[in-house]
């Protein structure tokens, strides 16, 4: 099975950002409704190990979707340790092959692949608008995220949607892949903290 794209760029992306997040804003909120900046970084060391898992074929204790009840003290070299093993492990040719198993769901693997990278991206994105930060996702994160993205926004797909994106934010026919992505996705790409209108 070919190795159809490295999420090594997406998650390098995720590592820089969190080196970017101060203390104080842990609790800022993001995009990602009802979700604050600490639950996001918590729900990072949990989906890390648990796409790492899939890859390898190994089972993963729980659905992936827990959080640990508090962030640990050296997070960012945790959260950074693990985003590089989850990226090194879907390296490997194995992990595309067959099926993959994540959030308790057994799916081909370069689809469960693709839930991987949509993670890091769109969580990435809600990172960086909720603190600040500059966002660049790679063009190949953005295209297998978007593929994943727009195959669950079709009719018929609402029930697959559940509990993975909210409702379809609807964009320009001009928008960027980012935007179209973050719409599929249930993010409005201008969303800003204090409710300011921010380019996207």
């Given at each position: 099975?070919?190795?159809?794209?490295?999420?090594?760029?997406?998650?390098?992306?995720?590592?820089?950002?969190?080196?970017?997040?101060?203390?104080?804003?842990?609790?800022?909120?993001?995009?990602?409704?009802?979700?604050?900046?600490?639950?996001?970084?918590?729900?990072?060391?949990?989906?890390?190990?648990?796409?790492?898992?899939?890859?390898?074929k190994v089972p993963f204790p729980g659905d992936g979707s827990?959080?640990?009840?508090?962030?640990?003290?050296?997070?960012?070299?945790?959260?950074r340790r693990q985003l590089d093993a989850m990226a090194e492990a879907w390296r490997s040719a194995d992990a595309w092959e067959g099926e993959a198993t994540a959030g308790g769901v057994t799916l081909p693997a370069p689809v469960i692949a693709a839930v991987a990278v949509d993670e890091l991206v769109l969580h990435g994105w809600d990172l960086a608008r909720a603190t600040g930060q500059p966002f660049e996702a790679d063009p190949a994160s953005i295209e297998a995220s978007l593929g994943f993205a727009a195959s669950m926004s079709v009719p018929?797909?609402?029930?697959?949607?559940?509990?993975?994106?909210?409702?379809?934010?609807?964009?320009?026919?001009?928008?960027?892949?980012?935007?179209?992505?973050?719409?599929?996705?249930?993010?409005?790409?201008?969303?800003?903290p204090s409710g300011e209108i921010v380019g996207g």
């Open positions: 099975m070919t190795i159809e794209y490295d999420l090594g760029p997406a998650a390098a992306q995720v590592a820089r950002l969190t080196e970017g997040i101060a203390d104080e804003q842990l609790d800022l909120p993001t995009p990602c409704s009802e979700w604050s900046v600490s639950d996001l970084l918590r729900h990072f060391l949990e989906l890390t190990n648990a796409f790492a898992a899939a890859a390898r827990g959080r640990p009840d508090q962030l640990p003290s050296d997070w960012q070299a945790q959260l018929g797909e609402e029930a697959g949607r559940e509990g993975l994106y909210g409702p379809v934010v609807p964009v320009p026919d001009d928008a960027s892949d980012l935007d179209r992505l973050l719409g599929y996705a249930g993010r409005d790409p201008q969303w800003a």
